[in-house]
């Protein structure tokens, strides 16, 4: 019953995230209100040390007759809704939240934006470069791929097409091309860093919750991920100027007048950056801490430290150099707003492993990938990122399928690593076929320049590219770090 009713909440919430405006938080506030109401979780017997549902504690247990079930469900069953917000996990994407909101404050990351420009600005395919590695250096230190690609990336994508002489009416071959790497390069990039979508602890979560043997952190995820995502980037923009048919011979007036705009993109660069003076006291601190936590990141096998206290370390720091206020940090929704629902769907999700419920869809699908006699690792990893296509929040995929497909891949008896590696990195790289598949794409498409038609061709191409590119280089690299 319990496995039931948590089931029913937790679909009920993947629809109404799909099907309605509702915000995400105050579906997951709802449905941890009604499963605690309800005692619909899994509380531990003290008299036998084992899960049993949390109705069913004071009543006499059918497996030992002379035995009740010793525990209070409504005290237990509430403690047991604020599981997830212990999370690790969903602590390093909360503080990564603030370590972004720093980069936004200080205004390093538009500073390092716009020397990029002004360093590869002097040609079409340069900028698009500059755009793919602006993201890359951003990702690792702001976990909302949304606030990333729309807030920080998109405006200055924008101001360089609209000083191209780019617009959705007139000329809108380059501010298409531009857009669309921008998208492309921000989805890269959330897939490349566990810190790089707010989503991405659900897959680490459930996987250390099945295969505890297996540390997929912070470093061991970018370990895998920057062979195939740094061949993606170098791959990405010549994919999109040869889809939107821009790979041509141009003739001599054309390159003359590229060579031009070229000039008044860095010319452009340069005003900015001259606005914005020299590099100030706080980015300097900024620089100071970000390196440093990343200097920390890297070494955590030698100091011991968890990548969690890392970051905390680095608010701290910031806090009291002064770079941010406590206001900047207790005004940032977006972070409170991400601890929230994530810790909630993190707690969710435990509990529906608990409860059998995950295994149960696990099982269904390992029979019909047996009944096919399909791959086991393939099956899922390219079931999972077509699945994409049908979500309007990547975020909302994340949660509505990550345990099942793991939970198939253990039924399997999958390769754990090569399952959670591909389960990984498709999360975000799935949603390169819609322009709705999260909150950045739709606000790369909302200018105009692309048509849906476009959008969709080019993202059918990217999806093959993706899947064939870790499919060859990914496991070549995995094998070589002797994950197989």
Same mark, same amino acid.
């Given at each position: 019953?319990?496995?039931?009713?948590?089931?029913?909440?937790?679909?009920?919430?993947?629809?109404?995230?799909?099907?309605?405006?509702?915000?995400?938080?105050?579906?997951?506030?709802?449905?941890?209100?009604?499963?605690?109401?309800?005692?619909?979780?899994?509380?531990?017997?003290?008299?036998?040390?084992?899960?049993?549902?949390?109705?069913?504690?004071?009543?006499?247990?059918?497996?030992?007759?002379?035995?009740?079930?010793?525990?209070?469900?409504?005290?237990?069953?509430?403690? $047991?809704?604020?599981?997830?917000?212990?999370?690790?996990?969903?602590?390093?994407?909360?503080?990564?939240?603030?370590?972004?909101?720093?980069?936004?404050?200080?205004?390093?990351?538009?500073?390092?934006?716009?020397?990029?420009?002004?360093?590869?600005?002097?040609?079409? !395919?340069?900028?698009?470069?500059?755009?793919?590695?602006?993201?890359?250096?951003?990702?690792?230190?702001?976990?909302?791929?949304?606030?990333?690609?729309?807030?920080?990336?998109?405006?200055?994508?924008?101001?360089?097409?609209?000083? !191209?002489?780019?617009?959705?009416?007139?000329?809108?071959?380059?501010?298409?091309?531009?857009?669309?790497?921008?998208?492309?390069?921000?989805?890269?990039?959330?897939?490349?860093?566990?810190?790089?979508?707010?989503?991405?602890?659900?897959?680490?979560?459930?996987?250390? $919750?099945?295969?505890?043997?297996?540390?997929?952190?912070?470093?061991?995820?970018? $370990?895998?991920?920057?062979?195939?995502?740094?061949?993606?980037?170098?791959?990405?923009?010549?994919?999109?100027?040869?889809?939107?048919?821009?790979?041509?011979?141009?003739?001599?007036?054309?390159?003359?007048?590229?060579?031009?705009?070229?000039?008044?993109?860095?010319?452009?660069?340069?005003?900015?950056?001259?606005?914005?003076?020299?590099?100030?006291?706080?980015?300097?601190?900024?620089?100071?801490?970000?390196?440093?936590?990343?200097?920390?990141?890297?070494?955590?096998?030698?100091? $011991?430290?968890?990548?969690?206290?890392?970051?905390?370390?680095?608010?701290?720091?910031?806090?009291?150099?002064? /770079?941010?206020?406590?206001?900047?940090?207790?005004?940032?929704?977006?972070?409170?707003?991400?601890?929230?629902?994530?810790?909630?769907?993190? /707690?969710?999700?435990?509990?529906?492993?608990?409860?059998?419920?995950?295994?149960?869809?696990?099982?269904?699908?390992?029979?019909?990938?047996?009944?096919?006699?399909?791959?086991?690792?393939?099956?899922?990893?390219?079931?999972?990122?077509?699945?994409?296509?049908?979500?309007?929040?990547?975020?909302?995929?994340?949660?509505?399928?990550?345990?099942?497909?793991?939970?198939?891949?253990?039924?399997?008896?999958?390769?754990?690593?090569?399952?959670?590696?591909?389960?990984?990195?498709?999360?975000?790289?799935?949603?390169?076929?819609?322009?709705?598949?999260?909150?950045?794409?739709?606000?790369?498409?909302?200018?105009?320049?692309?048509?849906?038609?476009?959008?969709?061709?080019?993202?059918?191409?990217?999806?093959?590219?993706?899947?064939?590119?870790?499919?060859?280089?990914?496991?070549?690299?995995?094998?070589?770090?002797?994950?197989?």
């Amino acid at each position: 019953m319990t496995a039931v009713h948590l089931l029913a909440v937790f679909t009920s919430c993947i629809f109404a995230l799909i099907t309605t405006s509702v915000d995400i938080s105050m579906l997951v506030l709802t449905g941890l209100t009604l499963l605690s109401i309800t005692r619909s979780f899994e509380c531990i017997d003290h008299a036998t040390g084992l899960l049993t549902e949390c109705r069913l504690c004071g009543q006499e247990n059918p497996l030992f007759t002379d035995l009740i079930f010793d525990c209070k469900g409504g005290k237990e069953s509430f403690k $047991q809704s604020l599981e997830g917000f212990s999370s690790s996990v969903v602590w390093l994407i909360f503080a990564a939240f603030h370590l972004g909101k720093a980069v936004e404050i200080t205004q390093l990351g538009r500073r390092l934006s716009l020397l990029m420009i002004k360093t590869f600005g002097k040609h079409t !395919l340069g900028l698009a470069y500059a755009i793919v590695f602006s993201e890359l250096l951003l990702a690792p230190f702001v976990p909302s791929n949304t606030a990333r690609g729309g807030g920080i990336v998109l405006p200055v994508v924008h101001s360089i097409a609209t000083t !191209l002489g780019s617009t959705p009416n007139q000329n809108p071959e380059i501010g298409s091309f531009l857009i669309l790497v921008g998208n492309h390069a921000n989805l890269l990039s959330a897939s490349m860093y566990l810190t790089g979508m707010a989503a991405n602890p659900i897959v680490i979560s459930k996987a250390n $919750q099945l295969f505890p043997d297996i540390d997929f952190g912070f470093m061991t995820w970018l $370990q895998g991920s920057i062979v195939p995502a740094l061949v993606c980037a170098a791959c990405i923009p010549l994919i999109i100027r040869w889809s939107l048919g821009l790979n041509t011979n141009s003739s001599s007036p054309q390159k003359g007048k590229h060579a031009r705009e070229g000039d008044n993109v860095i010319q452009h660069a340069k005003i900015e950056l001259s606005k914005m003076g020299p590099v100030s006291l706080k980015e300097w601190q900024l620089c100071f801490v970000l390196l440093s936590c990343l200097t920390m990141w890297i070494t955590s096998s030698m100091t $011991q430290l968890d990548s969690t206290l890392v970051a905390l370390l680095g608010i701290v720091a910031l806090l009291h150099m002064g /770079t941010i206020t406590w206001k900047d940090v207790s005004g940032n929704t977006n972070a409170w707003d991400t601890l929230f629902w994530l810790g909630g769907f993190v /707690t969710i999700a435990h509990q529906l492993s608990d409860a059998g419920a995950s295994s149960y869809l696990g099982h269904k699908i390992s029979s019909t990938i047996q009944h096919f006699n399909l791959p086991p690792v393939p099956a899922l990893a390219i079931s999972y990122f077509l699945t994409t296509f049908m979500f309007s929040s990547l975020s909302a995929h994340t949660v509505a399928f990550v345990g099942t497909f793991l939970d198939a891949g253990h039924v399997l008896g999958a390769h754990p690593m090569m399952l959670i590696a591909f389960i990984s990195y498709f999360g975000a790289l799935g949603g390169c076929m819609t322009n709705f598949s999260t909150g950045s794409a739709a606000m790369y498409y909302a200018p105009g320049y692309v048509e849906r038609t476009r959008w969709f061709k080019l993202g059918f191409q990217m999806a093959i590219f993706y899947l064939s590119i870790y499919f060859t280089v990914g496991v070549t690299w995995w094998s070589f770090l002797g994950w197989l």
